[in-house]
């Protein structure tokens, strides 16, 4: 039975549960659980991370821990009882953890390794706080590196800043919003701005002395130098080395490594230096040979330096780091200079130093170390627990610590005097010396060298050879036991060091200086000149009283007065003592010896202030006695002068340099202090002072006394409860007296008005900036209440207008911010008393913006009191007095700060912007504590509605402030949630006095307004998005605030709801708002706040019969709120059903449905716009989605300025993707609203103001820059004619010529540069996943340049990853429409253009009709085969039926994007007969070409043509044409199928014209043929003859032996132009014209359109390019054969939708449909202009052969007879052959008849005209790329079917960019003959240049309408640019021509199809100013 826990509460999951059991609740190691109950060894409950699944678990798989239980019950929540620390660091572990792996993903490497560093040492900090072993200041330093740490992990990973006291983090309801503003300050200020240290400590450690030789051991000394001063800073460091240079006691560290400590910041500067001297030990001389002397002396070796200021660098570089130093040995030049040595090499005085002879270097480490010397022991633990030498600083530190004790005597070893003493050269002298007490007895170890070695008996200096006059300043401490400093002495003996064999030290002399003078004083610092005296080596010093008699020192210095002989040696020292117990000041010693001379009182005590403070409080405690003791003595008589000494002695303390004396004086009061009587002359004095302040003229020695009242107060109150508990209490009465007199004079002297003086004010400022020091003493004696009655009497008595010179306003102030701080504050009996003087200050200088800063802390320091009493009974009235005091003047304070100027520039922020966090936080505090009854009372306390709507109104503008995102920093999201909890309360209780009091008549709209603008940023605040929050973190917030947007939406409904017929006022201005509030993703705010929408739209619909002003704001806002990343699906659903619910019942609800339908699309397009520009990439998606919004703006809601700027949204990502014409066109549509006027256009976007015309200039002329870009030359030439005809009505002729001379380098362009021909792709959107704009769409894409079909089809599926690639072509059904995925339908689609009549005139160049081609482009076809009947596996072309599909779209490409969606569907079907009718016209049409080509040597190699008749032949002998005869040629058929009588006869001419034309192939392949090949060739002939027979064809009629290839004037080479070409009569040109296509590319044509996919002739096929896998794979179709294929000569087409047996060798499985296993991709071709486009269905057989065989020239003949002509031009091997033309008769035509050559007048030349419609011309210089061809093959599309119809394009000689070979002219050409291998060309006459200037052969110009097409059907039509709209009529024009004007040379048909062309436009509508 399920039982509820009583204990078991809480723990923690220690092994991991799957929950397979039933109810099973599954768990991961480390998950915290709450349990509920309890069964059988099993709990249920719920992981704290997820609290709505609950389930059961193992008992056993958790540990449980101990938890405080809060609201126990169902709804029960628990606490754990663990450190709080442990429970932060837990949680926030776990956090860290999830970013932490986020920042792998992110390729974070640095952070994510340094945090997981962090996040490890935390863990084993964790495990030591858990095991408890550690003492109590280790915890706190654990716990303080704690949060260190988790403050350092929180702002590196953005989290929020957490407030803690004492390392634990604070509650926000449990302290006040001002302390909660104090910590977190404290914090941001603490992690902003390191607390720099002024203590720092230099490590040094010794490592290597490196020198060649040494052999003797080295004496080392560190020590600090200044080099300003002169003088060393620190003792020295002494290490001993050995003969290696190494340190001689390696064991021991602390012989290597010192501390230089307590050095202040004034040490660490550039002037200061590491100073080493070393000394040898060893004989006399270096160099010196080895004796028998063993005798050593300490001699000099070397000196090296090191600047702090390099330290210093290296520290900024590497923080934290020991540095590695070698430093440079030098040697003074001679040995009398020693003693400068180092101030000479930092001076760089290079004379007088060298390196020393063995090039020396000195190795150290160097570290600098901050902090105090406790806080360096704990975070260096490692350098004091392996030992480390500590080496002082000389004297004190900056600051001296009482604890502190020091008894270091300092002398200095400087220089001697010395005769030669009979000897002929100078001493070596060498000084010993001894410390000796009183007894002569030898002090032992009394002599410190230096740290690191311990101190010695007795002392030899180095010896300076042969120096009289030796200087050594050696250093040395002389750490003197106090006890034996008196009476001790220092001896010094001096002897001459012999460098004879003995190696002898003789005694010449001695000095001594005692060390204590009778008096007691100490040596005095300074320098000291001792008399040597003479004495003998054998003189005995064993008793020092013989020598102690003597005179000691040449000075005033006391000795005995014993005459002595007159010594011109002498020794000097110089001594320096540092000591705590130990003095050298006279005066203090007489002073603290005062009852020796009682007399000398007076005198003593007048010059106490004249000692040294460093003295007195090194000997405070006997000073005070001293002090105290002369007052018992005769108060009467030093009463006043013991005072004043006792004030001087409390202002020492006031020093920063003794101020840590403080806790000596405090603990001198409490315990030695006996002066029980004191009280009484100490009130008396005090007082006396301060009435004599009123008239004294000098104040300084008031002011010092006023200094001094808080000691001064202590030493009274202590007195008197010293005489209290000795007499039982007695004279009470007259210390109250005197005291309340004290305080009278205090009021007297503060209330007196300065009048002017300075001084008087002065020191009333003295009197209130130390006076609340007294408070506290003051309690120990007083009631509370007597005393809080004195202090608010006492600051009462100021007065509040003071003088403006000196004004004391400030120091009040603080004096009431000490008051506040005070423990008498903070008693609630005594603030009561004295808050409101407090609170009347306050208000005094918030009213005059005066001293903010501490008015600020004032206000913190009482709220927080406040805060902790807020259980008291008078909170409550404390309350209503500062709500009465301070909220008006708080608001008023907020609102100025915030509107006073920010600074600018790099200005120190001004001062009032310090505080305003601090008044905010007070205000919030106020707010707070107030109640119901508080709010209450503020209402009712407004004595008119102008006041209350003042004051809403100015508390909804601080409220408003409090909202800014800058209001606190980013991390304080803490204070945030407390601010915003604080103002939805306020807001709460207001809004009943705003519908009490402003509605109806009273209805007041700017407060109101201001209401609902405040509820609305409040509710989009950031820090209230919880959405964005880790789910621990909105857990907390709901649980602690709940959700405030709700409670504030719920506000705003009910407010709204109050306002009634008010509404019309805030429509349409609150819409946007509103509509903000309602995309925010919160279901509740939304189903609150939407319904507001249908009451705006009613109440609108009741004012004026519509709702537009509600549709055009939802619209506009949309759009800008959208695109800031608000509103989702979800919203959009939400939106729709909830006002579609609401608007059933209405009247109006037809239009209010239509207008939430509206936006509910627009909602779609906006939400897809935003997806789309997530990615990066300009991409398909972007632009078509850009699109789809931009004609939703257009059409169907008609906002233009809308529409407008997304037009520029599209420019933008069409110039960043490099679609240049696509942008152009883009542009194009903001260019068509303008017009040519001088209305002036305000400044939009990035237009600057302008008129129309100039802006419809710029546009012009951008969008022509985007057209040449784009290479679409022939639409940037119909706007330069336009922009032309503006500047020659303006007269402006430099531009004119400008535009001309733009025109004239377009038309180069188009005939000298190369332009690709881009392919074609179908695109099928299908699924429910996909964008609304192609949701179950399709559309026609056009691809990029190169861009095949697998190309494209990979990039979009890299566009849509999650996409499937349907792998058939067949339209999909309907579970796929709805399908909840994505599905890609593509394959290649053939353009159909409507230009036919430019494309059927041969005399215009390919360049020209390339652009036509594939430019406005509306049609698209592409071919499915399939099998009708039954089919006949020995003949598949009986049955094999071709469905042909063309697509109509909304919009011609090129347009304003790459892809149009399809708009109609047209689907036919092509029979048997027709299909193999097509694909014999396009093979031949092929081998026409190839031939051609090949004839005029055009070919660089014969390969491409070999493959084709090889393919043809092979194809034909094996049973490819048969197939035809075999299926159409047949009785049955012909019987079955009268119809298609016609057909068979013009299948049976295409089949022997192939015959025909394969033969004449054959003869150009045997003229050229490499000798390689011949067997090919002859192999050729032998199959051509074997097909013949099979074909029944014994020879060919007549007039078809010589050419089926038609060429004018004999010769395939024309001219481009030729009009152009005929520069004069006499002039003559050839351009020989060569191909650089690539022939190997062309291997592919060999593939054998009439044999079947399982024929084996397929294999034996010579050349093919495809693997027999591949084909085999193809379904059986014509189009595999090389004679008719289309798929394999299809010019534009790389895919199309193949049926279903065919597999995409380039989609990966996951984008196949799982249902198909067919394949869409075709075979890969080598470039798209080698196949040619059958355009329209075949219209008569005349018209066939009459296109095919084009008429001569002939001036005879009118035009239609030319036309109609079908006399083929003769083919000539031999260009010296004449053929000779006759004309059938059109019905019994089986083959062309050959006409003869014509004879021509006029013109030596002769013209032909070709079969093939393009020019031959330049090639371009960059053909397609050659790897298009290399690519695997793949399988055939249904494109490759063409219609029948006249071929545009050449199958090798295509005219399009992307094949790089120009195609065969039908225009006059010169004459080329072909001699032996020379060629020949002949001009054409003057009469053939007339005939075609008039129109004959003249090239048909380019359309001047870019939307021109050869159709005349009704479809919906893309608005034609008014720009590029051509009139219909017109004469031409003189040069320049007009644009407007059409060609008057024009045949019939182009008049009648301009007439379909050219249709009405309406006139752009206008867009104001824009």
């Known amino acids: 039975m399920w039982i509820p826990t009583d204990n078991e509460k809480y723990g923690v999951v220690i092994s991991s549960f799957r929950g397979t059991v039933t109810h099973g609740l599954p768990l991961e190691v480390g998950d915290t659980v709450q349990i509920l109950e309890k069964c059988d060894g099993w709990y249920r409950g719920f992981v704290l991370k997820n609290p709505s699944i609950k389930g059961i678990f193992p008992a056993t798989y958790v540990h449980l821990k101990n938890a405080n239980v809060k609201n126990k019950g169902q709804f029960e929540t628990i606490i754990p009882t663990e450190d709080t620390v442990i429970t932060e660091m837990t949680g926030t572990l776990r956090e860290w953890g999830i970013m932490w792996k986020q920042l792998y993903v992110k390729n974070e490497g ?109 004496e080392v000394f560190f020590s600090i130098y200044d080099s300003r001063e002169n003088h060393p800073v620190s003792e020295r460091f002494f290490v001993k080395l050995n003969k290696n240079g190494l340190p001689k006691f390696p064991e021991k560290m602390e012989r290597q490594c010192t501390l230089f400590v307590d050095l202040g910041s004034s040490d660490l500067r550039k002037d200061i230096y590491i100073t080493v001297h070393i000394i040898r030990l060893g004989r006399m001389a270096a160099g010196e040979k080895k004796n028998t002397c063993n005798t050593q002396y300490r001699r000099p070796f070397g000196c090296a330096v090191l600047s702090i200021a390099d330290l210093l660098q290296s520290e900024r570089d590497t923080r934290d780091s020991k540095e590695d130093y070698m430093l440079k040995v030098y040697m003074c030049n001679t040995e009398s200079e020693w003693y400068q040595i180092h101030e000479n090499i930092i001076k760089k005085l290079n004379a007088r130093y060298n390196l020393t002879s063995s090039n020396a270097g000195l190795s150290v480490a160097l570290q600098l170390l901050h902090g105090d010397i406790d806080q360096i022991r704990r975070e260096y633990p490692v350098l004091f627990t392996r030992g480390v030498a500590i080496t002082r600083k000389l004297g004190f530190s900056d600051i001296i610590m009482p604890g502190d004790i020091r008894n270091d005597l300092y002398v200095t070893l400087e220089r001697g005097e010395y005769e030669k003493g009979g000897k002929s050269v100078a001493r070596n002298v060498d000084v010993t010396m001894y410390v000796l007490d009183s007894e002569g007895m030898i002090l032992k170890d009394c002599i410190s060298l230096g740290s690191g070695e311990t101190p010695v008996s007795e002392h030899h200096s180095f010896v300076l050879y042969h120096n009289n006059s030796p200087r050594w300043a050696e250093l040395l401490k002389l750490p003197i036991p106090v006890d034996k400093f008196r009476g001790a002495h220092v001896r010094l003996e001096f002897r001459h060091c012999s460098t004879k064999e003995k190696g002898e030290k003789k005694l010449f002399g001695f000095s001594f200086v005692p060390l204590m003078q009778e008096d007691g004083r100490t040596l005095p610092d300074g320098i000291h000149e001792l008399i040597v005296h003479k004495c003998e080596e054998n003189t005995n010093f064993q008793d020092p009283s013989s020598y102690l008699k003597l005179q000691y020192c040449k000075g005033n210095l006391h000795g005995n007065s014993q005459p002595i002989k007159a010594s011109k040696e002498t020794f000097w020292i110089s001594s320096f003592l540092c000591s705590t117990k130990l003095t050298q000041n006279g005066d203090l010693l007489d002073f603290l010896k005062w009852r020796a001379h009682p007399e000398r009182i007076s005198d003593i005590l007048s010059k106490f202030k004249d000692i040294d403070g460093a003295e007195i409080v090194k000997f405070l405690q006997d000073t005070l006695d001293a002090l105290f003791g002369i007052l018992d003595e005769n108060p009467q008589k030093y009463g006043l002068k013991v005072f004043d000494s006792l004030v001087h002695i409390i202002n020492l303390l006031q020093d920063i340099k003794f101020q840590h004396f403080k806790p000596v004086m405090d603990t001198y009061i409490e315990s030695h202090f006996a002066g029980a009587l004191a009280y009484r002359d100490l009130i008396k004095v005090l007082k006396r002072y301060i009435d004599r302040s009123i008239e004294a003229e000098r104040q300084e020695h008031i002011q010092d006394v006023l200094r001094a009242q808080e000691y001064i107060f202590k030493y009274i109150i202590h007195s008197r409860s010293l005489y209290t508990l000795a007499t039982g209490g007695q004279n009470e009465e007259e210390f109250r007296s005197s005291i309340y007199e004290l305080f009278q004079s205090v009021r007297y ?145 907020i609102l100025e700060i915030s509107n006073r100027p920010q600074p600018s520039g790099p200005t120190i922020r001004l001062q009032f912007q310090d505080v305003t966090g601090e008044f905010v936080a007070c205000l919030l505090a106020l707010l707070r504590q107030m109640t119901d009854k508080h709010y209450q009372q503020l209402l009712e306390s407004f004595t008119s509605k102008d006041d209350l709507r003042d004051f809403l109104l100015q508390i909804f503008t601080v409220f408003k402030i409090l909202i800014r995102p800058e209001m606190f920093p980013k991390d304080w999201t803490i204070m945030r949630l407390v601010t915003n909890n604080v103002i939805i309360t306020t807001i709460l209780y207001l809004s009943d006095a705003l519908r009490k009091n402003f509605l109806n008549e009273s209805f007041d709209f700017k407060v109101w307004d201001s209401y609902f603008y405040l509820a609305v940023i409040f509710i989009n605040q950031p820090c209230l998005q919880l959405e964005m929050f880790s789910p621990s973190k909105r857990k907390k917030v709901l649980e602690k605030y709940g959700d405030m947007r709700v409670m504030m939406g719920c506000e705003i409904f009910s407010m709204w709801q109050n306002l009634g017929e008010h509404k019309l006022h805030f429509i349409p201005g609150l819409i946007g708002p509103f509509l903000e509030v309602t995309l925010v993703p919160q279901a509740d705010l939304r189903n609150v706040m939407i319904p507001i929408f249908h009451d705006m739209m009613d109440w609108e619909q009741r004012r004026t019969g519509n709702f537009k002003q509600v549709e055009a704001k939802l619209i506009d806002k949309l759009d800008s709120l959208m695109s800031e990343g608000k509103g989702d699906e979800t919203y959009r659903e939400l939106f729709n059903s909830i006002l579609l619910k609401k608007i059933e019942r209405e009247t109006w609800r037809e239009s209010g449905i239509s207008l939430v339908a509206t936006v509910t699309r627009l909602m779609e397009r906006l939400l897809d716009y935003r997806d789309c520009m997530k990615v990066a990439e300009v991409d398909g998606k972007k632009i078509g989605c850009t699109v789809s919004l931009l004609n939703f703006y257009k059409t169907e809601i008609n906002k233009e300025e809308m529409y407008i700027r997304y037009i520029h949204k599209l420019y933008d990502l069409h110039l960043k993707a490099q679609n240049f014409t696509e942008a152009a066109y883009t542009l194009l549509l903001y260019d068509e609203l303008l017009e040519w006027s001088e209305r002036p256009l305000r400044e939009f976007l990035h237009y600057p103001m302008q008129t129309e015309w100039q802006r419809k200039e710029i546009l012009h002329l951008t969008i022509i820059q985007n057209f040449d870009k784009g290479k679409c030359w022939e639409n940037g030439i119909i706007l330069c004619r336009e922009l032309a005809d503006q500047y020659e009505s303006f007269y402006d002729y430099r531009n004119l010529s400008k535009m001309r001379m733009m025109e004239a380098a377009f038309y180069d362009k188009i005939m000298d540069q190369q332009r690709l021909e881009p392919e074609f792709f179908r695109v099928g959107f299908y699924g429910k996943k996909f964008p609304f704009f192609l949701r179950n769409k399709e559309f026609v894409c056009r691809g990029h340049d190169y861009e095949r079909l697998e190309a494209f089809q990979q990039r979009m599926l890299n566009e849509f990853p999650h996409a499937i690639a349907m792998q058939h072509a067949n339209q999909p059904e309907e579970t796929i429409f709805q399908a909840d995925a994505q599905y890609l339908q593509i394959y290649a689609v053939i353009p159909i253009p409507d230009n036919h009549e430019i494309l059927q005139k041969e005399a215009i160049p390919d360049h020209i009709k390339s652009f036509y081609r594939v430019n406005n482009i509306w049609r698209f076809r592409y071919d499915r085969p399939f099998h009708k009947g039954i089919k006949d596996k020995e003949n598949e072309f009986k049955s094999l039926w071709i469905e042909r599909t063309t697509l109509t779209l909304v919009q011609s490409l090129p347009g304003i994007s790459r892809w149009f969606e399809v708009d109609r569907r047209e689907v036919v079907e092509m029979s048997p007969l027709e299909n193999a009718i097509e694909v014999l016209e396009n093979k031949n049409q092929q081998l026409r070409t190839l031939i051609t080509q090949c004839q005029s040597r055009q070919m660089q190699n014969i390969n491409p043509l070999t493959m084709c008749l ?187 939708a193949p049926s279903s047996a065919r597999g995409s060798p380039l989609l990966s499985d996951k984008h196949k449909h799982s249902r198909e296993n067919t394949c869409l991709s075709p075979r890969e071709r080598p470039c798209s202009a080698i196949y040619p486009i059958s355009m329209e269905p075949p219209q008569t057989l005349n018209q066939q052969i009459g296109d095919s065989c084009m008429p001569r020239s002939d001036p005879n003949l009118s035009a239609p007879e030319k036309v109609m002509n079908l006399t083929p031009s003769s083919w000539s091997l031999d260009s010296g052959k004449e053929a000779r033309t006759c004309v059938p008769d059109i019905a019994k035509l089986v083959s062309p008849p050959v006409p003869p050559r014509p004879t021509h007048t006029g013109s030596p030349a002769k013209t032909y005209r070709s079969f093939s419609p393009q020019a031959f011309d330049t090639p371009p210089a960059h053909p397609r790329s050659p790897h298009k061809s290399s690519v695997q093959s793949l399988t055939p599309s249904p494109t490759d079917y063409q219609s029948l119809g006249p071929v545009y394009n050449s199958p090798v000689l295509s005219g399009s960019s992307s094949s790089g070979i120009s195609s065969l002219s039908r225009g006059s050409v010169t004459e080329t003959t072909l001699t032996d291998g020379t060629i020949t060309c002949t001009l054409i006459g003057s009469e053939e240049l007339i005939k075609r200037e008039n129109g004959t052969f003249a090239c048909m110009p380019p359309r001047y309408n870019l939307s021109e097409h050869g159709t005349g059907t009704s479809r919906r039509r893309a608005p034609l640019p008014h720009s590029l709209s051509v009139p219909p009529s017109g004469e031409p024009p003189a040069l320049p021509p007009k644009p407007h004007v059409l060609r008057v040379h024009r045949s019939e048909g182009e008049n009648r199809m301009e007439e379909i062309l050219v249709r009405p436009r309406s006139q752009p509508r206008k867009v104001s100013q824009l």
């Open 110 to 218: 640095d952070l994510f390794h340094r945090l997981w560093h962090v996040m490890n040492e935390l863990l084993d900090l964790r495990r030591q706080v858990l095991v408890g072993h550690l003492t109590h200041d280790r915890m706190k330093d654990v716990k303080r590196h704690i949060t260190a740490r988790l403050d350092w992990g929180n702002e590196q990973m953005g989290l929020d800043l957490v407030p803690r006291k004492e390392f634990s983090m604070v509650d926000p309801d449990e302290i006040s919003v001002t302390e909660l503003y104090k910590l977190m300050e404290h914090r941001h200020r603490k992690k902003d701005t390191p607390i720099p240290t002024s203590s720092h400590h230099l490590f040094l450690q010794m490592k290597s002395l490196m020198c060649a030789n040494l052999g003797e051991e080295l």
């Open 749 to 893: 002297f503060l209330s007196i008005d300065s009048q002017g003086s300075s001084i008087i004010t002065q020191t009333q400022a003295v009197f209130l900036s130390s006076f609340p020091a007294v408070y506290s003493e003051l309690l120990k004696l007083i009631d509370v209440r007597e005393v809080a009655n004195l202090v608010r009497d006492t600051l009462r008595s100021m007065p509040d207008v003071l003088h403006v010179e000196y004004s004391l306003e400030a120091v009040k102030l603080q004096c009431i911010a000490k008051t506040v701080e005070s423990q008498l504050f903070a008693n609630p009996d005594s603030r009561c008393i004295l808050l409101p003087v407090v609170l009347h200050h306050l208000h005094m200088h918030l009213q005059e913006q005066k001293d903010l800063i501490m008015c600020a802390l004032i206000l913190s320091t009482m709220f927080c009191l406040i805060k902790k009493d807020s259980t008291e009974a008078t909170v409550s009235e404390e309350v209503d007095m500062l709500v009465d005091s301070l909220l008006g003047v708080l608001l008023r304070t």
């Open 1510 to 1696: 090889n393919g043809v032949i092979d194809a034909a002998v094996n049973g490819g044409l048969a197939r035809y005869q075999e299926a159409f040629f047949v009785k049955d058929y012909i019987l079955n199928h009268p119809e298609d009588g016609e057909k068979i006869s013009r299948l049976r001419e295409l089949m022997f014209e192939q015959a025909h034309i394969l033969e004449y192939g054959l003869a150009v392949h045997e003229k050229f043929v490499p000798q390689d090949m011949r067997p090919l060739h002859k192999k050729l002939v032998d199959q051509f003859y074997v097909m013949k027979s099979r074909l029944g064809i014994q020879d060919f009629p007549g007039y078809a032996r010589v050419s089926p290839i038609h060429l004018t004037n004999g010769s395939p080479r024309t001219c481009r132009n030729p009009a152009l070409g005929a520069v004069s009569p006499d002039g003559a040109r050839l351009v020989n014209r060569r191909s650089p296509l690539s022939y190997p590319a062309f291997n592919r044509y060999s593939s054998s359109s009439l044999s079947s996919q399982a024929s084996a002739e397929v294999s034996n096929i010579t050349g093919q390019s495809e693997s027999s896998d591949e084909v085999f794979h193809m379904q059986a179709s014509p189009s595999t054969s090389s004679l008719s294929s289309t798929h394999s000569a299809s010019p534009n087409v790389t895919s199309s």
